[in-house]
């Protein structure tokens, strides 16, 4: 196999990864803040280190993965002023902030799932791990101080503060809001003592008061239960880059009385970017998987979005692209599906299994190139267009690609993504009923009839398809 090269953000380069441990390489995840329903941007990131995790897992290492739920501390904004979003969206909905934790972890996972992304290994809840938090604040109280708002750590503490995101001292005035008594603008909460008189559904007792913890702490405490003190690969979106990941460095250093980082790799996926700007909640409205659907798209064509562009790249969306990437997913599965029938059809039926095949080494070479699916993709349409290679052996290799693409081109029917677009004012049974009379009419030479339903159809959003036997699709409601 290809070593497999990554790029890692702490020394803006690639390098070849080479597990602490190759028995069991350990990789954390920033999850999400569960205080609404994931939108499109969000989702990238877990398409990304999917990727990652198939990469790993193709190469024969085991893997333990941990992707966090925050359940609390996250503020609104990510410094230091401001309203914990778990609170400020229970308030908006006069409902239990516990009940709205399980609703959009629930929503969450569910996006995993028809997104084809695995589970990991476990999805840990930041509330469940707040005597831990409360241990590791003190474990670091050297290098912390108290106001009258909560502790908050020192950064001029820990050596090079601020270095994964590339900063320099003068570039740190301004980038996070001030709190007052702070040290040093760059300086963040572990503690958050609840205001007096402050209506919290979620707190604890602490040494620092009564309150919550700050956002940043929760990962560091979570990723060296699960992970260990030192593990391999932390990811997340590149914004957590300049803010959140460099404050968990330093308190990973104070933790350890070290220069360790935690992670050997620190990797950030790019933006997703809508033409309007980029994809963001803070504005309201925002697109979820549930939208895309509501249109008629099938999560996976947005799964084949996103692997069309590299994870380190800004990917613009608009409805146009995404629309392309669905004929995509479309071909390939009538491709496939057409080397199925074949297979059916001769003698044996059996699929071939290519042992060594310069597909293989070249899939594995593209991948290896810090998960370079865009450069993966291609090999897949000129292997399942390979004459030199017999239906089964094609299929069998078609197996092998969608172990690292995650598109279960296999086992996919092409009716699946024939979904029904929110705006559809037919049923499949009038469509059909349509269709039947349209059939009648062709039959009797009725072509001014035939072109009449047609069209009635059309103007409703249903594509009739002659000569398929799919027979009719709906249109993207775009």
Known sequence: MTPLTLYNSLSRSLETFTPIDPANVRVYSCGPTVYNYAHIGNL??????????????????????????????????????????????ARASAQSIWDIAAHYTAAFKQNLEDLHIRAPSAFPLATDHIAEMIAFGEKIADHCYQLDSGLYFDTSTVPDYGHLAGIREDEREGRIDPVAGKRHPQDFAIWRKSEPGENRQMEWDSPWGRGAPGWHLECSVMSQKYLGASFDIHTGGIDHREIHHPNEIAQNQAHCDCADTGARFWMHNNFLVERSGKMSKSGGGFTTLQTLVDLGVHPLAYRLMCLQAHYRSELEFSLENLAAAFTRLKRLVIVVQALQAKVANTADGEIEEPWNSPWLDQLDAAVSDDLNTPRALPLLDEMLADKKLKPGERLALLARFDELLGLDLATLPRAEL????????????????????????????????????????????????????????WKLAL
């Open 418 to 473: 024939r979904l029904r677009p929110a705006s559809a004012t037919l049923s499949d049974a009038e469509i059909d009923a349509q269709l039947a009379a349209r059939r009648d009419a062709r039959a009797a030479k009725d072509f001014a009839r035939s072109d009449a339903i047609r069209d009635a159809l059309a103007a409703a959003g249903v594509e009739v398809m002659d000569g398929d036997p799919l027979v009719w699709d």
């Open 44 to 89: 990238r990131a877990y398409i990304f280190t999917d990727t990652l995790s198939r990469v790993l897992t193709w190469k024969r290492y085991p893997l333990t993965h941990i992707i966090n739920i925050t359940d609390v501390g996250h503020l609104t904004s990510d410094a230091d002023a401001g309203d914990d979003k778990m609170e400020a969206a």
